[in-house]
């Protein structure tokens, strides 16, 4: 992130309006360049921010884990076949998990995402051009802003936390933690042994007891041995049922409006 971060002060704030003009003009020219708006590519992408980002970066540029870009396997890989047997087994002593359930359409899908961020790093340096956001925005923020107050207003408030969450955040990033948020603080809700439910921020849970730091600040223990019942809230899940419902037009759309937050 450290390299993103610096080319978004030296390039994005000036730059990225022009460079997302160049790219946009590159893509309408050029009906092939469209890779990354293929739907094999939009729907690997949705599967790499969720399940590969976190060691590999937003844009598979490598963070924890390698940068596949550069990747001699990924570079042999033909639609998925190289990736999938990888994905079937994992590394597990070097740190990569296996994932067996993506193989199969999935694992195609992100090496289809993969393969054409590759596409897109050669024309974005053909165009003498490093940073990829540009090329992200290239949707339309009225119509971003419309689906916007439909879908996503009700959790984020553009004038409240969604505040210059554009400013906060370089374009790959915000598109990673659009589809594949962070969760926030974990909460959840004990059931009591009389009837009731207590909800708060949990503070330790384990088999035997609960923590909860209450709406009022107060922290409370609960023992499952009294017949307390704890559930963790799944924040995300919310995010999580959205995915399928995104069209690409979407993502594009609601991404270039996230961009007018700054
Ligand atoms: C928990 C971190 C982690 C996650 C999650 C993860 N990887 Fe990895 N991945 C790694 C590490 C670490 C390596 C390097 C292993 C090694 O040194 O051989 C690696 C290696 C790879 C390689 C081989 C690169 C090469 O040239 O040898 C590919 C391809 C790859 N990962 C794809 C993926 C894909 C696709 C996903 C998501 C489905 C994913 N990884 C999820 C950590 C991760
Ligand atoms: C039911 C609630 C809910 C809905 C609806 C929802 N989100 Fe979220 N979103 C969350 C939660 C929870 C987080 C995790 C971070 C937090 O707690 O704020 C999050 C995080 C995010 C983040 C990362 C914020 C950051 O600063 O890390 C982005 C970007 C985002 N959501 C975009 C969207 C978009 C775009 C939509 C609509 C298409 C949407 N969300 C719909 C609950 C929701």
């Given amino acids: ?60 540029g490598g963070g924890m884990g ?41 694992s195609e899908d992100i090496a289809a995402f993969v393969h054409a ?28 802003k419309v689906y916007f107050q439909q879908h996503c207003q009700t959790c984020h408030d553009p004038a409240g936390s969604f505040r210059g969450i554009a400013s906060r955040h370089d374009p790959a990033e915000l598109e990673g933690l659009m589809l594949a948020p962070k969760p926030g603080k974990p909460t959840g809700t004990v059931s009591l042994p009389g009837g009731g439910t207590v909800h708060g921020e949990v503070l330790h849970a384990d088999a035997f007891t609960t923590t909860l730091r209450l709406p009022d600040g107060s922290m409370r223990d609960f023992a499952a041995g009294d017949g307390s019942r704890f559930t963790p809230d799944d924040p995300l899940r919310a995010h999580r049922d959205l995915l399928p419902g995104y069209t690409n ?13 700054r």
Avoid: W
């Avoid at 990225?16 to 003009?25: D, W």
């Avoid at 590519?41 to 399940?51: A, C, D, H, S």
């Avoid at 024309?123 to 971003?144: I, K, P």
């Avoid at 979407?250 to 937050?261: G, M, P, Q, S």
């Fill in 1 to 60: 992130m450290g390299m993103a971060a610096g080319r978004r002060l030296g390039l994005v704030a000036g730059a990225a309006l022009l460079l997302a003009t160049a790219l946009a003009q590159e893509i309408s020219r050029n009906p092939k360049a469209d890779a990354l708006n293929q739907p094999e590519v939009v729907r690997g992408r949705v599967l790499f921010q969720t399940n590969c980002a976190g060691c590999h970066g937003p844009n598979a």
């Fill in 66 to 106: 390698p940068n596949l870009l550069s990747s001699s396997l990924v570079r042999h890989d033909v639609k998925g076949d190289e990736i999938s047997k990888l994905l079937q087994v994992g590394r597990l002593e070097k740190g990569m998990p296996a994932f067996p359930q993506l193989v199969g359409p999935q």
């Fill in 117 to 144: 961020r590759i596409d897109a790093g050669m024309r974005a340096s053909a165009l003498g051009a490093s940073a990829f956001g540009g090329e992200l925005n290239v949707g339309d923020a009225a119509t971003g």
């Fill in 249 to 261: 037009v979407d993502i594009h759309n609601v991404f270039a409006y996230l961009e007018t937050l």
